[in-house]
T-cell receptor, first 113, second 112 residues
Framework: KAGVTQTPRYLIKTRGQQVTLSCSPI?????VSWYQQTPGQGLQFLFE???????NKGNFPGRFSGRQFSNSRSEMNVSTLELGDSALYLC????????????FGPGTRLLVL | ELKVEQNPLFLSMQEGKNYTIYCNYS?????LYWYRQDPGKSLESLFV?????AVKQEGRLMASLDTKARLSTLHITAAVHDLSATYFC????????????FGGGTRLMVKP
């Protein structure tokens, strides 16, 4: 079974731009969660989508948004990028919305200049 | 507010030695997780602990959970260089669903 895939793997943007990151979960998984990892703040939960509905949202500004498609693929969007948005963005997939194990993808490393 | 604290944040140890990483969390949680992250890589699931007194072992790593003390430990036995990585604990919540709150991580370096 293929694992979680994330595209692109690396991205460089400038302040004020917007960016869209994509995550394809493991086949059959319906829940996708997103996390931001930075040296200063560590790993922080962004949001979870399950069956195309946002299930949970972390404490991030409205510039961070996401969605999930009927095939469970998910995208997250960050508008009006700031330098502090530079981070590793990880998505995790699981079969349902409350499962024992979440499988993490390789991440997208975003650099904002 | 749910907080998860790990200590130590950094651990340098010699091969063959034993050591323990501690994970404290501030509110009741159903499950506790341990993950490993190699530099520049994603998170690899190590253990999921589901109940008070749970103990799980894989190779040189053993994790335990005391829900009354809100404490989990990750014990390393006879460390080898391949265990060098950053280890994170995480708990469910604060909201229901697949929402994890992570500790700050423990960077482990095992020297030959």
């Amino acid at each position: 079974k293929a694992g979680v895939t994330q595209t692109p793997r690396y991205l460089i943007k400038t302040r004020g731009q917007q960016v869209t990151l994509s995550c394809s979960p493991i086949s059959g998984h319906r829940s996708v969660s997103w996390y931001q990892q930075t040296p200063g703040q560590g790993l922080q939960f962004l949001f979870e989508y399950f069956s195309e509905t946002q299930r949970n949202k972390g404490n991030f500004p409205g510039r961070f948004s996401g969605r999930q498609f009927s095939n469970s693929r998910s995208e997250m969007n960050v508008s009006t990028l700031e330098l502090g948005d530079s981070a590793l963005y990880l998505c995790a997939s699981s079969p349902t919305t409350y499962t024992e194990t979440q499988y993490f993808g390789p991440g997208t490393r975003l650099l904002v200049l | 507010e749910l907080k998860v604290e790990q200590n130590p944040l950094f651990l340098s140890m010699q091969e063959g030695k034993n050591y323990t990483i501690y994970c404290n969390y501030s509110t009741t949680s159903d499950r506790l997780y341990w993950y490993r992250q190699d530099p520049g890589k994603s998170l690899e699931s190590l253990f999921v602990l589901l109940s008070n007194g749970a103990v799980k072992q894989e190779g040189r790593l053993m994790a335990s959970l005391d829900t009354k003390a809100r404490l989990s430990t990750l014990h390393i036995t006879a460390a080898v260089h391949d265990l060098s990585a950053t280890y994170f604990c995480a708990v469910d919540g604060p909201n229901a669903g697949n929402m994890l709150t992570f500790g700050g991580g423990t960077r482990l370096m095992v020297k030959p």
